[in-house]
């Protein structure tokens, strides 16, 4: 039987306010257990929580970025369980009057070897505080409580099923993590659980109209897991059904050591909550005035600079998607344009999408630390441009840039000096050396005047070996067919 899979995923984005949702305790990672809550956070007797404004505009601004509508009039509810790192007995969220309504994302990602585009609409985003965190390896036989994450405010982003695999699952992630670091909403950090992913899985015969069970896996902390657990629990799910058994809907935990799922607890309803609008808490209301002076403050979105990369730069649609996929290139390549020219941008944008980014990968550091200043690439775009240096001897100036971490804008130059680098250009010194290959190689150019063209490359090749690679290569090839021609 023909299956397909049906994903939705759930990310819970931490966001980069000072303070917490509903007090004003500070919000520190790694700080000292319990040493960040304060009564609000304890739930003690007779506290009254009080909504965070930076976390509304951050709210406000997510929602502008995606196309959503944001709520006028949004409520926040009491999500009722009971677990030991909630002190309340209760989650202060949003149920059915969420602040971020609608919306939709698209991002790129490579398919069968070319790369595809696609949109998924989001149901929703709404606001709500985190729990604490249970302590378990330091207490033999016991577990420790720290409050220090209680009430951390978090942004909760839910998708509709329209995810298809675990290669769009793990692209949408990557494009949402992206456009919340680049409206500064969140940090973006997964290690530190500032930005986490639940992933909904099922399975359908193709052609079914119907959803399948759906299997919910909580709390994936990186995109390898994220694509991993994908891959084990559409496989468990349609070994499952293929045996003659039934998916039993139900959360479930992704263990990458034994490369499987397992059920943590069957899977809750809403009405299982008893959702009730929290009795502390007045409604959110949103003016336009609010909103109108979030939008002023945003910065240009991904999809306006794509849209301004395509017209301004001339760049392909592939180029655009790839350098505004983070703030970070995004920023960067337009800087390097800046000085370099727009007539360089499509080399800028080979250069950053090629050695560059691969050289950040192995080297695993981060394009802001990268010890090669948009300048300095600018610099050495220019050298190549004016014939000075060869693309070839360009890698060799790049990674000399790199080893110098120097943010001299000169050192492309003193570089290509160093290591003599600098092409011949000069007509009178390459017509020597053509004049010396075509007298040594009279075979090839025998053949090329009978007409075989391929045959200049032979002649190239030996006229770039006399020349110890500097030799300007479309000024000797031009120079090559005019001598040939005569």
């Known amino acids: ?61 997510f929602g502008l970025a995606v196309g959503a509508t944001v709520a006028p009039h949004s409520v926040f509810a009491r999500k009722n369980y009971f677990y030991p790192d909630s002190p309340k007995g209760y989650q202060i969220s949003q149920f059915e009057d969420p602040v971020v309504i609608g919306g939709a994302l698209t991002f790129g990602y490579e398919k069968d070897g070319e790369f595809v585009t696609k949109t998924v609409n989001l149901t929703r985003a709404h606001l709500e505080e ?22 951390t405010p978090l942004l909760e982003i839910v998708s509709e099923p329209e995810i298809r695999s675990a290669a769009e699952a793990v692209a949408y992630a990557k494009a949402l993590h992206s456009l919340v670091m680049w409206l ?90 008893r959702y009730f609008p929290d009795p502390d808490l007045p409604p959110l209301v949103i003016s336009q005035a609010w909103i109108d002076t979030v939008k002023a403050s945003m910065p240009e979105l991904p999809a306006a600079m794509r849209a301004r990369f395509i017209s301004e730069y001339a760049l392909p649609e592939y180029d655009a998607l790839v350098l505004t996929q983070s703030k970070a290139m995004a920023t960067y390549f337009v800087a390097v344009v800046d000085k370099a020219g727009k007539e360089n941008a499509k080399a800028a944008a080979n250069w ?94 025998e053949q090329y005047r009978a007409g075989k063209e391929a045959a200049i490359n032979a002649l190239i090749g030996q006229a770039m070996k006399a020349s110890k690679g500097k030799a300007n290569p479309a000024q000797l090839t031009e120079l090559l067919k005019a001598k040939l021609a005569g």
């Open 352 to 445: 950053l999408m090629g050695d560059v980014s691969s050289t950040l990968n192995r080297e695993g550091v981060d394009l802001d630390d990268a010890p090669v200043s948009a300048a300095q690439l600018a610099a050495m775009l220019k050298r190549i441009a004016d014939g000075t240096i060869s693309n070839k001897a360009a890698k060799e100036v790049f990674a000399g840039m790199w080893e110098a971490k120097s943010n001299d804008e000169h050192l492309v130059d003193a570089i290509i000096d160093a290591k003599g680098l600098k092409q011949i250009s000069d007509s009178g010194a390459l017509e020597a050396i053509v004049d010396e290959v075509l007298a040594a190689n009279a075979k090839s150019v």
């Open 130 to 151: 985190d729990a604490g965190k249970s302590l378990h390896e330091d207490y033999a036989g016991m577990s420790g409580i720290d409050l220090n994450r209680a009430g």
């Open 184 to 273: 500064g909403v969140c940090d973006g950090n997964m290690q530190e659980g500032s930005f986490r992913c639940d992933v909904n899985v099922s399975v359908r015969p193709v052609g079914q109209k119907e959803f399948g069970t759906r299997c919910e896996i909580k709390n994936l902390n990186s995109f390898r897991f994220i694509e991993e657990a994908v891959h084990v629990e559409v496989r468990r799910q349609i070994e499952l059904i293929e045996d003659g058994g039934k998916v039993v809907q139900a959360t479930r935990l992704y263990d990458p050591d034994r490369k499987e799922t397992r059920e943590m607890r069957s899977k809750e309803d809403a009405q299982d909550y």
């Open 1 to 61: 039987m023909q299956w397909e899979v049906v994903i939705g995923l759930e990310n819970h984005v931490q966001l980069t306010t000072e303070s917490k949702i509903f007090s004003g305790s500070p919000i520190k990672y790694g700080a000292e257990a319990n040493t960040q809550a304060s009564p609000v956070d304890l739930a003690l007797p007779g506290v009254l929580p009080v909504m965070n404004k930076q976390a509304v505009d951050r709210a406000i601004r």
